[in-house]
């Protein structure tokens, strides 16, 4: 029974994680360049990013990059001795004014903020 028990769980987590990454558009990871306390402004952290997968040229590839070097220095910014990546999969509705993406820019940041995982 234990052995069927965790081939379930398995297939559960396997099926989960495909339907998860049917809805993500692309994945960026993005590190920290220097550490916070070195930077001359600690809110803003230079960061590199790289796409994983996904179209990094599509009309919403800047957003993208946005959203992974906002969180990025967000978490540097709340735990400076942080030092892993952060691997980012995203996918937004296109087509939304400016107030809208920048409610759901604060919404995601403010998410980031109030559950630290780091």
């Known amino acids: 029974m234990a052995i069927t028990l965790k081939f379930s769980l398995l297939a559960i987590l396997t099926r989960f994680l495909l339907l998860s990454l049917n809805m993500v558009e692309l994945a960026i990871r993005t590190t920290v360049d220097i550490a916070p306390h070195l930077?001359?402004?600690?809110?803003?952290?230079?960061t590199t990013s790289q796409f994983l997968f996904g179209e990094s040229s599509g009309t919403q590839s800047d957003l993208y990059m946005l959203y992974a070097s906002?969180?990025?220095?967000?978490?540097?910014?709340?735990n400076p001795h942080e030092q892993r990546p952060v691997i980012l999969g995203i996918a937004l509705k296109p087509g939304q004014d400016m107030k809208q993406q920048r409610q759901v820019f604060d919404q995601v940041i403010d998410k980031v903020m109030a559950n630290p995982v780091w």
């Open 70 to 78: 906002s969180i990025s220095q967000t978490i540097s910014a709340m």
């Open 39 to 46: 930077a001359s402004n600690p809110g803003a952290v230079p």
